[in-house]
């Protein structure tokens, strides 16, 4: 492979990020995917330097229908799904702002205001990035930015931000459901369509199977 370069060589996208994975697979979309968590760590760097956040652990984690992203330990690990189960990626707008969810959690590890408030900072300071040019320094590491530009941007803002609050008062639900756990959890509202035509169930307990069903009982309207 021509195109991949020796880690070694290559310049730390992000220094408070200490380690960026992706899934294993064939080398092509392994290196499309870590290239893409290269970018987002790229664009949040200035934020992660100014709130004083460490990532220590940056993973690709796989598609599946209970969250978009998960922060293990106040950042000891974040996860994040990149791509759709056809294999194409998220937009970059939904990972960023996936990612500013799981940077918050590493201040709140719930969803309280103080947490919501802390989300919006971010996914504000991201854009007043964006508007200046940043898109991450370094060569390769640029998150381009002109996928989400053009007609219609104000509402897709909108529409976006909708679906991060359904998202977000989905999450909500389930935290309440679980009872708390270690790991924070943003769920993909897309979740609970798939679910209701979803006919096989996870490997898990009953318990797992029942929060499931109570989920798509809680959101019926959802579309
Ligand atoms: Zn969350």
Same mark, same amino acid.
């Given at each position: ?16 990020? $200490? ?11 392994? !290196? ?31 598609? $599946? ?5 998960? $922060? ?14 056809? #294999?194409?990626? @998220? ?18 590890? $719930? ?19 964006? !508007? ?11 998150? #381009? ?39 924070? @959890? ?38």
């Amino acid at each position: 492979m021509v195109h991949l370069r020796l880690n070694e060589t290559e310049v730390n996208p992000n220094p408070h990020v $200490n380690f960026i994975t992706a899934l294993p697979s064939i080398p092509e979309i392994q !290196e499309e995917s870590r290239q893409l968590l290269r970018a987002l760590a790229a664009q949040v760097k200035p934020i992660m330097k100014s709130h004083g956040f460490v990532v220590n652990s940056l993973e690709e984690y796989e598609y $599946n229908q209970v969250f978009a992203g998960r $922060n293990w330990n106040h950042g000891e690990t974040v996860e994040l799904v990149l791509r759709r189960p056809g #294999g194409e990626f @998220y937009p970059t707008s939904w990972l960023m702002s996936t990612l500013c969810h799981e940077l918050a959690h590493i201040k709140h590890m $719930n969803h309280g205001p103080g947490f919501q408030a802390l989300w919006k900072l971010l996914r504000l300071e991201v854009r007043q990035l964006q !508007e200046r040019g940043y898109y991450g320094d370094g060569e390769g590491n640029s998150l #381009g930015g002109a996928e989400d530009e053009g007609k219609g941007k104000g509402k897709r803002a909108a529409s976006n931000r909708a679906r991060e609050e359904r998202a977000l008062a989905a999450e909500r639900r389930v935290q309440a459901l679980l009872g708390g756990k270690e790991a924070s @959890y943003y769920i993909l509202p897309s979740t609970f369509i798939e679910l209701h035509s979803a006919q096989q169930q996870a490997p898990g307990r009953s318990k797992k199977r029942h929060l499931r069903k109570m989920m798509v009982q809680r959101i019926p309207k959802m579309a």
